[in-house]
């Protein structure tokens, strides 16, 4: 099965999370281990940040493309690309760096023509008309590094093992 199959029946975060190790590792040769993923509310223009060992996403986006994307494996596409590219940074590697290997990764990986691929290239709002207008649907100001980060239980634990 493609690693493009294999997303589309992805379920949740930890999933597409493999995916995109495996992604990476085939492209690059590079791994890490111990990565947390946390979901907190921030602006409409931060899609996530990397922190030390914790990936962070954007709350408010993804449940806005919940809310208006009808078609579920634009949002698997989206949420892959995203963790593909703070993962890129957990590996090292700067912001314009970052982002010509997610393009790169994704078009080996997924093919030209995959959402992720075009979400790589152009940009999730050229995707996204809608997300645009986030900022004015909240109705509180919006920190950039959120204090309250809702942690993903399970993520990244494929390497993890506890003595009972």
């Given at each position: 099965?493609?690693?493009?199959?294999?997303?589309?029946?992805?379920?949740?975060?930890?999933?597409?999370?493999?995916?995109?190790?495996?992604?990476?590792?085939?492209?690059?040769?590079?791994?890490?281990?111990?990565?947390?993923?946390?979901?907190?509310?921030?602006?409409?223009?931060i899609a996530?940040?990397?922190?030390?060992?914790?990936?962070?996403?954007?709350?408010?986006?993804?449940?806005?493309?919940?809310?208006?994307?009808?078609?579920e494996s634009?949002?698997?596409?989206?949420?892959?690309?995203?963790?593909?590219?703070?993962?890129?940074?957990?590996?090292?590697?700067?912001?314009?760096?970052?982002?010509?290997?997610?393009?790169?990764?994704?078009?080996n990986n997924?093919?030209?023509?995959?959402?992720?691929?075009?979400?790589?290239?152009?940009?999730?709002?050229?995707?996204?008309?809608?997300?645009?207008?986030?900022?004015?649907?909240?109705?509180?100001?919006?920190?950039?590094?959120?204090?309250?980060?809702?942690?993903?239980?399970?993520?990244?634990?494929?390497?993890?093992?506890?003595?009972?």
């Amino acid at each position: 099965m493609s690693l493009a199959e294999q997303l589309d029946k992805s379920r949740e975060f930890n999933e597409i999370f493999l995916l995109v190790k495996k992604a990476v590792y085939k492209t690059l040769g590079r791994r890490r281990v111990g990565l947390m993923l946390g979901l907190s509310d921030m602006p409409s223009a931060i899609a996530a940040y990397y922190s030390p060992n914790v990936i962070v996403l954007n709350r408010k986006l993804i449940e806005k493309l919940k809310r208006e994307v009808s078609d579920e494996s634009i949002i698997k596409s989206y949420i892959f690309e995203v963790l593909l590219h703070e993962y890129l940074h957990s590996l090292g590697y700067d912001e314009v760096y970052a982002n010509e290997l997610a393009y790169m990764i994704c078009k080996n990986n997924l093919g030209e023509e995959h959402p992720a691929t075009k979400i790589s290239r152009y940009g999730a709002r050229s995707v996204f008309q809608s997300l645009k207008d986030l900022d004015k649907e909240l109705k509180y100001p919006m920190r950039i590094k959120p204090r309250n980060i809702e942690f993903v239980k399970g993520f990244d634990s494929e390497n993890v093992t506890y003595l009972a």
